[in-house]
């Protein structure tokens, strides 16, 4: 069965600190990786995505790493800011099935004074 | 360019009402999705249409029907609302015309079955 587990599940940060998630997954064959934020009553919406070949992928002060031997991704966060406080979704797509996503559970984070 | 545009926002039902939520979406978008969020869950897909006219079952489908009225509306149907149905409804679009397929949510619905 296909599954994206990330951590940690909740997280809460000082601003301007850094901060790493992680994701780990079991789809296979795999096509694509991406990351979501989430705020608080809103839908979710794409900050990268990721095929095979890609390892890094930056936007502003999101990166996302991805590792297909290991299967899993990152996403590192620098200099955080009190509009970071989100939900971070992991979502992995298996080729061939691009109308079907597999979520993550998402990592809750708090950015704090 | 509204993006993809759900309504209600919010909906009360009593357990036995019906209720269709609208979804449309102005990017001439193939694809279309209704997802459901659910506390500690991840979305779970409960049906999505690949192209207008088609329309498949999703990972949770049971309780709903959907509609693909044409490439720019999806609507999902509760024939008869159940408590268990209770959750974050959010519709979305994807292309899936060339290169890594990006995929674009509405803000959702919040129904509450009582």
């Known amino acids: 069965k296909n599954q994206v587990e990330q951590s940690p599940q909740s997280l809460i940060i000082l601003e301007g600190k850094n901060c790493t998630l992680q994701c780990n997954y079991t789809v296979s064959p795999f096509s694509n990786l991406r990351w979501y934020k989430q705020d608080t009553g809103r839908g979710p919406v794409s900050l990268t995505i990721m095929t095979f070949s890609e390892n890094t992928k930056s936007n502003g002060r999101y990166t996302a790493t991805l590792d297909a031997d290991t299967k899993q991704s990152s996403l590192h966060i620098t200099a955080s800011q009190l509009s970071d406080s989100a939900s971070y979704i992991c979502?992995?797509?298996?080729?061939?099935?691009?109308?079907?996503?597999?979520f993550g559970t998402g990592t809750r984070l708090q950015v704090t004074l | 360019n509204a993006g993809v545009t759900q309504t209600p926002k919010f909906q009360v039902l009593k357990t036995g009402q019906s209720m269709t939520l609208q979804c449309a979406q102005d990017m001439n978008h193939n694809s279309m999705y209704w997802y459901r969020q659910d506390p500690g869950m991840g979305l779970r897909l409960i049906y999505y249409s690949a192209s207008e006219g088609t329309t498949d079952k999703g990972e949770v489908p049971n309780g709903y029907n959907v509609s693909r009225l044409n490439k720019r509306e999806f609507s999902l149907r509760l024939e008869s609302a159940a408590p268990s149905q209770t959750s974050v409804y959010f519709c979305?679009?994807?292309?899936?015309?060339?290169?890594?397929?990006?995929?674009?949510f509405g803000p959702g619905t919040r129904l509450t079955v009582t």
């Open positions: 979305a679009s994807m292309t899936t015309s060339g290169g890594a397929y990006e995929q674009y």
């Open positions: 979502v992995v797509s298996a080729t061939g099935t691009a109308s079907k996503l597999t």
